[in-house]
């Protein structure tokens, strides 16, 4: 089946440091979504992705949908303590939507 | 205003019993998913409904059943619990058949003991 590659598995950073994590899959995906989630919730849609190449912003965060459609990263910059959380890559083709293993951010402050 | 609420939060419950999850939306979605977080937290599709119809069937024990009594109602029923089934069961639901994003419920950590 369709799996995704998502890097790295956890990090651990300093308040203020800029983050980045990424995903890549051996298929093609026609959107590309990133997903937060905190301890005891649900997953939260942080960014959409719907076009090869496209570039979005939201805040501190972007997100880019590789020109292949096979990949996509998420940067966060400037890292604040309740970035912490679990962020997962989901890449959808037809009607599935394939979740990433998750990438574990921790900050100290 | 809960967008998608599961319940209950939490359920323990000995080998071999059923039990049921409940799912709700009050977005006005079509479609609505039951997920499975494991204790590595990777997430798995199990089924979805769009308008009350099955539309996706994963590779799934048939112990589990979900019934979708309208569209802005998902149930999971499980029988036969077995210690593999702990997880954490997370509902969500789209506009479409995904090719939106998908909203999620709190999850229901479910332990078979």
């Known amino acids: 089946g369709q799996q995704l590659n998502q890097s790295p598995q956890s990090m651990f950073i300093q308040e203020g440091e800029d983050v980045s994590m990424n995903c890549t899959s051996s298929?093609?995906?026609?959107?590309w979504l990133w997903y937060k989630q905190d301890p005891g919730e649900g997953p939260v849609l942080l960014i959409a992705l719907y076009k090869a190449g496209e570039l979005t912003s939201n805040g501190r965060l972007t997100a880019q949908f590789g020109i292949t459609r096979k990949d996509s990263f998420l940067n966060i910059s400037a890292s604040i303590p309740s970035d912490v959380g679990i962020y997962f890559c989901?890449?959808?083709?037809?009607?599935?939507?394939?979740f990433g293993a998750g990438t574990i951010l921790r900050v100290k402050s | 205003d809960t967008a998608v609420s599961q319940t209950p939060k939490y359920l323990v419950t000995q080998m071999g019993n059923d039990k049921s999850i409940k799912c709700e939306q009050n977005?006005?979605?079509?479609?609505m998913y039951w997920y499975k977080q494991d204790s590595k937290k990777f997430l798995k599709i199990m089924f979805s409904y769009n308008n009350k119809e099955l539309i996706i069937n994963e590779t799934v024990p048939n112990r589990f059943s979900p019934k979708s009594p309208d569209k802005a109602h998902l149930n999971l029923h499980i029988n036969s619990l077995e210690l593999g089934d702990s997880a954490v069961y997370f509902c969500a639901s789209s506009q479409v058949p995904m090719n939106t994003e998908a909203f999620f419920g709190q999850g229901t950590r479910l332990t078979v003991v």
């Open positions: 977005l006005g979605h079509d479609t």
């Open positions: 298929s093609i995906f026609n959107t």
């Open positions: 989901a890449g959808l083709n037809g009607n599935k939507l394939v």
